[in-house]
């Protein structure tokens, strides 16, 4: 079992509407969650910075975790074109400190 | 603030050639890190600085690759020789402090073995 799963996708969704981007994880160890956003040939953007379980909004992103479930979303209100993107879930905890990321989702957002 | 700065962008080469790539971090970040991104993958930690020690190298394949950070500042990344498995994007990335602090990572040289 790799230490985080994420869907791949291809994710395609109309303009306007909820994205749910998903990540699972197995190391309990795991303290820190994040979500980067890729735009294709470019580097990751940090969009969202957790810690532990519940909820973050930023905007139109609300992060959420549920550490019982060893579970992480990232939702993507009134989505726009703009949001297309790769979007990388990341975490890390305990005393290694190490980044772990997941796979990447492709999400398009179609005007 | 100026972001993580890496160069060059984009890099072609035949195998068994060498390579290196440049990165400068964020003024004062203390901690640096390389990332490989294979296609459809996320990042793989290759090594990481604190100043100018190595932290973690484990992932570093270190019979073609090297680092090194002098000054505690900026950073190159050598492979040599190149392997066809080497393509990819290698990812520059920097944080005030090593531990939980949030990475920020530069655009990437992606390279290319012919």
């Known amino acids: 079992q790799k230490e985080v799963e994420q869907d791949p996708g291809p994710l395609s969704v109309p303009e306007g509407a909820i994205v749910s981007l998903n990540c699972t994880y197995s190391n309990s160890a795991f303290q820190y969650f994040m979500w980067y956003r890729q735009y294709s040939r470019k580097g990751p953007e940090l969009l969202m910075y957790t810690y532990s379980s519940g909820n973050k909004e930023d905007g139109r992103f609300t992060a959420q975790v549920d550490k019982s479930s060893k579970y992480i979303s990232l939702f993507i209100r009134d989505s726009q074109p703009s949001d297309s993107a790769t979007y990388l879930c990341?975490?890390?905890?305990?005393?290694?400190?190490?980044?772990?990321f997941g796979k990447g989702t492709l999400l398009t957002v179609n005007p | 603030e100026a972001g993580v700065a890496q160069s060059p962008r984009y890099k072609i080469i035949e195998k068994r050639q060498s390579v290196a790539f440049w990165c400068n971090p964020i003024s004062g970040h203390a901690t640096l890190y390389w990332y490989q991104q294979i296609l459809g993958q996320g990042p793989k930690l290759l090594i990481q600085f604190q100043n100018n020690g190595v932290v973690d190298d484990s992932q570093l394949p270190k019979d073609r690759f090297s680092a090194e950070r002098l000054k505690g500042v900026d950073s190159t990344l050598k492979i040599q020789p190149a392997k066809l498995e080497d393509s990819a994007v290698y990812l520059c990335?920097?944080?005030?402090?090593?531990?939980?602090?949030?990475?920020?990572f530069g655009d990437g040289t992606r390279l290319s073995i012919l």
């Open positions: 990335a920097s944080s005030l402090e090593g531990g939980y602090q949030p990475q920020h």
């Open positions: 990341a975490m890390t905890g305990g005393s290694n400190y190490k980044l772990t």
